[in-house]
T-cell receptor, first 111, second 110 residues
Framework: ETGVTQSPTHLIKTRGQQVTLRCSSQ?????VSWYQQALGQGPQFIFQ???????GRGNFPPRFSGLQFPNYSSELNVNALELDDSALYLC??????????FGPGTRLTVL | EDQVTQSPEALRLQEGESSSLNCSYT??????LFWYRQDPGKGPEFLFT???AGEEKEKERLKATLTKKESFLHITAPKPEDSATYLC???????????FGAGTRLTVKP
């Protein structure tokens, strides 16, 4: 088990709503990356934060945004939810560009 | 563009029947190649990082190898508890993200 935790475990929202997902970093890890995983697919990179600054972004629209806090925990915010946003959202933490360790994920369902 | 292709998509083995999973990749300068195991509905669990061609790493019944174009995850005498989806990912030297393949879903029957 890693020291990475995510909340909530499951979430159900309706189209157009907004959602905030949270991630607590493993001790000593200063970098957090967020991924979206659709059923039967590999995780897709959303963005990464290093020392509270965005450090890279995948092919996701601006309605996906994030924050990293001084204690290295992080939030992923998604505005104007669409049905296709239904997925498992994963955060992974690391020391810089070293190996990333994943949390258990948040299952988001958009109705 | 960096790409990762895993094969086969699904693999069914009898307990004790050894086999290999393949991960083919193209990347503009490899920082690392990663193998993860993922159980249904859970986050990926780290297995191995490989950095250069010729490198090999082992853990229990698993052994990962790396060439300039592909990586193999060899499973020796698998047990039912090895059933999971195995994910391969690459990280480029210039870039912060990991690019994942779609995974190989392994089922080991007793």
């Amino acid at each position: 088990e890693t020291g990475v935790t995510q909340s909530p475990t499951h979430l159900i929202k309706t189209r157009g709503q907004q959602v905030t997902l949270r991630c607590s970093s493993q001790s000593g890890h200063n970098t957090v990356s967020w991924y979206q995983q659709a059923l039967g697919q590999g995780p897709q990179f959303i963005f990464q934060y290093y020392r509270e600054e965005e450090n890279g972004r995948g092919n996701f629209p601006p309605r996906f945004s994030g924050l990293q806090f001084p204690n290295y925990s992080s939030e992923l915010n998604v505005n104007a939810l669409e049905l296709d946003d239904s997925a498992l959202y994963l955060c992974a933490t690391s020391k810089g560009s070293d190996t990333q360790y994943f949390g258990p994920g948040t299952r988001l369902t958009v109705l | 563009e960096d790409q990762v292709t895993q094969s086969p998509e699904a693999l069914r083995l009898q307990e004790g029947e050894s086999s290999s999973l393949n991960c083919s990749y193209t990347v503009s300068g490899l920082r690392g190649l990663f193998w993860y195991r993922q159980d249904p509905g859970k986050g990926p669990e780290f297995l191995f990082t490989l950095y250069s061609a010729g490198e090999e790493k082992e853990k229990e019944r698993l052994k990962a190898t790396l060439t300039k174009k592909e990586s193999f995850l060899h499973i020796t005498a698998p047990k039912p508890e090895d059933s999971a989806t195995y994910l391969c990912a690459v990280q480029a030297t210039l870039g912060s993200d990991m690019r994942f393949g779609a995974g190989t879903r392994l089922t080991v029957k007793p």
